[in-house]
């Protein structure tokens, strides 16, 4: 079954560092690949989705993510972290095994602080 | 152009009630799901809708049901509520049920059952 892995409940980063939230995931076959955001007492946002075209995409607010086959891996990352991107970060993919790519499967998310 | 709304947004229940919370998508959005969202399990997908018709499902007991209206908007009801189902309810909508058509998430409802 797909399952989609988040390394690290909680990332804590000083403002302008690097920001790097990690995403593996498990599927049989290429999968649709999403970032989504959530700020407090917000739903959530989507960052950037990964559809089989470009490896390397670009999202909102300066965040990136690559798709690595060999690595199994949908890494987020931001040259320089800003106060305002502290929020919870999901990572998703596509239930593509189902036969239902509108269903995604979900991570548990990485609770991401910048300190000042 | 206004976002997904959900109401209500805060919601206390006693087990073994019912509950029905209410989804209005982005105007012009046909396709309705419905997610569950808890510390332990994460996001889990309830159900989807789109014209009416529920598309895809989820793995959750028949307690969960939901229904979509000609006007895209969407209700889900929660019968006979357990303490587990204490959670928060999100409504996403989307334009279509294209592979990559993005889902627009709303505020959520948050669900506790006492």
């Known amino acids: 079954a797909q399952s989609v892995t988040q390394l690290g409940s909680h990332v804590s980063v000083s403002e302008g560092a690097l920001v790097l939230l990690r995403c593996n995931y498990s599927s049989s076959v290429p999968p649709y690949l999403f970032w989504y955001v959530q700020y407090p007492n917000q739903g959530l946002q989507l960052l950037l989705k990964y559809t089989s075209a470009a490896t390397l995409v670009k999202g909102i607010n300066g965040f990136e993510a690559e798709f690595k086959k060999s690595e199994t891996s949908f890494h987020l990352t931001k040259p320089s972290a800003h106060m305002s991107d502290a929020a919870e970060y999901f990572c998703a993919v596509s239930d593509h095994e189902a036969g239902n790519n509108r269903k995604l499967i979900w991570g548990l998310g990485t609770s991401l602080a910048v300190n000042p | 152009k206004a976002g997904v709304t959900q109401t209500p947004r805060y919601l206390i229940k006693t087990r073994g009630q019912q509950v029905t919370l209410s989804c209005s998508p982005i105007s012009g959005h046909r396709s309705v799901s419905w997610y569950q969202q808890t510390p332990g399990q994460g996001l889990q997908f309830l159900f989807e809708?789109?014209?009416?018709?529920?598309?895809n499902k989820g793995n959750f007991p028949g307690r969960f049901s939901g229904r979509q209206f000609s006007n895209s908007r969407s209700e889900m009801n929660v019968s006979t509520l357990e303490l587990g189902d204490s959670a928060l309810y999100l409504c996403?909508?989307?334009?279509?049920?294209?592979?990559?058509?993005?889902?627009?998430f709303g505020p959520g409802t948050r669900l506790t059952v006492l």
């Open positions: 809708y789109f014209s009416e018709t529920q598309r």
């Open positions: 996403a909508s989307s334009l279509g049920v294209g592979e990559t058509d993005t889902q627009y």
